[in-house]
């Protein structure tokens, strides 16, 4: 079950998020209550180029002063302040949502490093979560945010009353956990700098793709396994500098069957990454939508065990787990189409 | 004076159904039974409950029992333990066995369960879905430079070292010309060709019978070098140099000259009568330095076309070890478990030195995966594989692959009886003598090895198609298929699985 849609508008015009709470609520039966969530880029342009650090404390007031001064360690606090939040009668506010707007230090990071401030903010995210000490930072990219909750998908958008935020991207995911426990943390999106991710489906391979990832520093907290998606692309992207639809091809590969009857040259890089990225291969049924600044990204497991939907009208680009949300959004779309396993989708801003 | 000792087994013969024919004389290469007048005589005392006579016997009339102890059962002083001494005392020796460990240490691997989908994750139809079970051993890149051509075209800037592909994650180990019969290599090398993995020739050569199927072939290097040379390592598909071995962890092996003939003083290059002995050190490594110029030096030798494994037997530090060996140009990293077999071990190292290879796979993927290089060699698991879910267990706790061998000898018929030092094998299997050895046909040997390999390769499937995985990979080291069940939270710890429940 779960019902994801993702929405990006080519041209970057931005559109507020009354219709994606729309689109979401329109799947409800994938959902149980136990989770929603929505990310949305290029929401706060007046600290574009800080680090928005979206944070859930148990406690504020016991919690934040040592957040506080572990990120002063690293960097400056630009702004802080409580993520504005309205209370509804059907959802219980077990963490109080903040956000900083952070500037790291990047003369602080490792030797060696090509991206230091990024690479500062991911340690920080991992060290902090792993800390377990009423602080889970859940977003940490620029000049976009995560808003997730335990809940419908209704109550978390007006808890954070999403229409008042105006992004050309955004995410939204209907949770129905069925592995591990539904709870604030793990609600989708899940994100890590400037890649959110939303996941309907299992990954059956989490334990290899968990150890695989811990290996390289990241650190799986949030008990579930879309998590590692989120880390994962990260790895492969930003770290390791895969294009995103080669990424996408090392996390869902073709079989060996298919590889073997390829063109030689296509045949060596397509086994290469094989056998580079085994343990980064993502096994069992899923749809993923992902997103960063400049793209958004869908694809399927191998055997298309979870459903999606594509569809286009205009410079905007609709993915989803059902064509009826995607309607809900955006009644006139002028193409719907349903990708083949594996077959990534990909949008790119252009302006 | 100590006497004799009371017989282990109890030979019976039912005189209705026996014709006397005497093919259980013909067959017993331990002397147990004999012809007196018209009656077939039974000596209890010789047996090995090797079931060669049961098993050839037209008319089931032979029946074997363990013998009732005789001794005053005590918890401490079992039978085994007061007959070692008895015969120590006789003769001032160390006491040999064959096969593997023969102490009721609990099996962990019977305490891992599988896990199986229900509902949230569709399970798979290995029948109308593919599960993909092809696996490569070999080093891998950490990270690909791959680059986007004008025009679109992907370009591998990386150059992949040689890795061995096998179709199924099952291989056959490494067990000698010399420990076992030629008819036996011949039959599991058949084998291993017909199902696209690979079998190891042990230290003793390539004998030129075994030529036509050296590309399914890993040659051996062991500390003894011998049949070692050029045109040895040239043939063979990977090349392994042997440090260690479950059975036997810290000591070398022995081949006593009466069984080197012609034919194994030609395949071993070692003179026709004279012992072949493995020392226990390689003489020229005694350094993870010496380990990692001796791979470099085959690399070369072979003109880096060819992977070499190096093979260690599971022991405390192991996890250190394999991580050395990682660093080394060396492509995969053989673990050999304390169940590991052998032709011959003095009982004392089979049983009593050495760690499970479940526990030590376990912690050789954790450091592995801890220093960040797990991905950049393979692990392959051995000793104590008994069936597919063994296999499956093994790849869930961090192996790549396995090598089987007690399986593949039973598979040709071994009873595992543990009297391989003897040279008697009735089977034909662990005996150089020509009329034991013409017993095992190769071909009729290499369908039942294949068989078997067909048949866990099946039931692997059907396990990862069960657990919502189509690929072998996705399994590999996913300690989340797996659950202890009663075992303590100490090895829970060091297996890095959940107990059942959780």
């Not at chain 1, 949030?222 to 998606?229: L, Q």
Request: aromatic share 8%; charged share 25%.
């Amino acid at each position: 079950m779960c019902g994801i849609i993702g929405v990006m508008d080519r041209s970057r015009r931005t559109m507020d998020g009354s219709g994606i709470r729309q689109a979401l609520s329109m799947m409800n039966e994938r959902g149980s209550g136990e989770g929603a969530g929505y990310a949305a880029y290029g929401i706060y342009p007046d600290y574009r180029d800080c680090y928005a650090l979206h944070v859930f404390f148990d406690n504020v007031r016991e919690n934040k002063p040592l957040l506080d001064s572990t990120l002063a360690q690293w960097g400056t606090i630009e702004h802080d302040e409580a993520i504005p939040t309205y209370g509804r009668p059907n959802l219980r506010a077990v963490h109080t949502p903040w956000r900083y707007f952070f500037k790291p230090d990047p003369s602080l990071a490792l030797a060696g490093s090509t991206t230091p401030e990024d690479d500062i903010v991911s340690a920080l995210v991992m060290q902090v979560n792993a800390a377990r000490r009423g602080a889970l930072i859940f977003s940490s990219g620029k000049d976009l945010g995560v808003f997730k909750a335990g809940g419908w998908p209704e109550d978390v958008a007006d808890f954070y009353r999403i229409e008042d935020y105006e992004g050309y991207i955004w995410l939204a995911h209907n949770r129905y956990p069925t592995n591990t426990p539904g709870w604030w943390g793990g609600a989708h999106p899940f994100n890590l700098l400037g890649w959110s991710v939303v996941h309907n489906g299992e990954i059956t391979s989490y334990g290899t793709n968990r150890r695989y990832i811990e290996s390289y520093g990241y650190t799986c907290t949030m008990y579930t396994d879309t998590e590692v998606v989120a880390y994962l692309v990260d790895l492969l992207v930003r770290r390791h500098g895969l294009d995103v639809d080669i990424a996408v091809r090392a996390l869902a590969p073709p079989y060996w069957e298919e590889i073997d009857r390829m063109p030689d040259a296509e045949r060596e890089w397509n086994g290469a990454l094989r056998l580079a990225y085994a343990p980064a291969m993502m096994n069992g049924p899923f749809a993923i939508v992902a997103a960063n600044r400049d793209m958004m990204v869908g694809f399927t497991d191998r055997g298309k065990l979870r459903p999606m939907v594509v569809g286009e009208c205009g410079d905007r680009l609709y993915i989803s787990s059902e064509e009826a949300a995607i309607r809900a959004m955006e009644p006139r779309v002028e193409s719907i189409r349903m990708p083949a396993a594996c077959e990534p989708v990909i949008g790119r801003v252009v302006a | 004076m100590i006497g004799s000792l009371p017989s282990r087994y109890r030979i019976g013969i039912d005189p209705v159904r026996c014709m006397e024919c005497g093919r259980c004389i013909e067959n017993c290469s331990y002397g147990v039974f004999s012809r007196d007048g018209d009656r077939i005589q039974v000596n209890s005392r010789n047996c090995t409950a090797c079931h060669r006579c049961i098993a050839c016997c037209p008319r089931d009339a032979i029946s074997l029992e363990e013998h009732p102890c005789d001794y005053r059962s005590h918890p401490l002083w079992t039978r085994e333990a007061r007959e070692a001494i008895y015969n120590q005392a006789r003769t001032g020796k160390i006491i040999l066995a064959g096969m593997g460990n023969a102490l009721d240490y609990p099996v962990i691997f019977d305490r891992l369960v599988l896990d199986a989908c229900q509902v949230t994750n569709p399970s798979l139809d290995p029948l109308r879905e593919p599960i993909e079970l092809t696996t490569h051993l070999g080093k891998r890149p950490a990270r690909l430079d791959l680059r986007r051509r004008e025009g679109g075209d992907i370009e591998l800037r990386t150059r992949l070292t040689p890795n061995l592909r096998i179709e199924t994650p099952v291989m056959i180990g490494h067990m000698s010309y010399g420990a076992i019969s030629l008819n036996a290599q011949v039959a599991m090398a058949r084998a291993a060709k017909k199902t696209g993995t690979f079998m190891g020739t042990g230290e003793g050569g390539l004998h030129a019978a075994l030529h036509p199927y050296q590309d399914r072939m890993i040659v051996q290097v062991a500390s003894g070098r011998f049949g070692v040379n050029i045109d040895y390592l040239e043939r063979g598909a990977a090349i392994e140099i042997k440090i260690g071995q479950g059975a036997k962890p810290g000591i070398g092996g022995h081949l006593p000259g009466e069984k080197v003939c012609a034919d194994i003083s030609r395949t071993r290059m070692i003179p026709e009568g004279s012992d072949a002995i493995s020392p226990a050190p390689h003489h020229d490594i005694y350094s993870i330095e010496d380990l990692a110029q001796l791979v470099r030096g085959l690399k070369e030798a072979t003109e880096w076309k060819k992977p070499v494994f190096v093979k260690i037997a599971a022991v405390h530090n192991v996890a250190a070890i394999a991580a050395g060996i990682a660093r080394s140009p060396a492509d995969a990293v053989v673990v050999d478990g304390f169940r590991g077999g052998t032709g011959a071990a003095p009982t004392v190292f089979r049983d009593h030195v050495g760690i499970p290879i479940e526990a030590a796979i376990a912690s050789v993927d954790k450091k592995l995966r801890d220093q960040g290089i797990r991905n950049e060699i393979s692990v392959i698991a051995s000793g104590g594989i008994r069936g597919s879910a063994d296999v499956a267990k093994a790849i869930a706790l961090g192996a790549d692959a396995v090598y089987i061998g007690t399986a593949a000898l039973a598979a040709m018929g071994c009873r595992v009886c543990g009297n391989c030092y003897r040279g008697l094998c009735p089977w034909g299997i662990a005996t150089q003598r020509p009329d034991l050895v013409a017993r095992l046909d190769p071909d009729e040997g290499s369908e039942q090895v294949a068989n078997l390999i067909r048949a866990w390769t099946l039931e692997l499937a059907e396990l990862l198609g069960a657990a919502g995985i189509n690929s072998i990979e996705s399994l590999r080291g996913n300690r989340d298929r797996l659950r202890g069940y009663m075992l303590d939270e100490g090895l829970m710890q060091v297996l890095d699985v959940k107990p059942v429940g959780a």
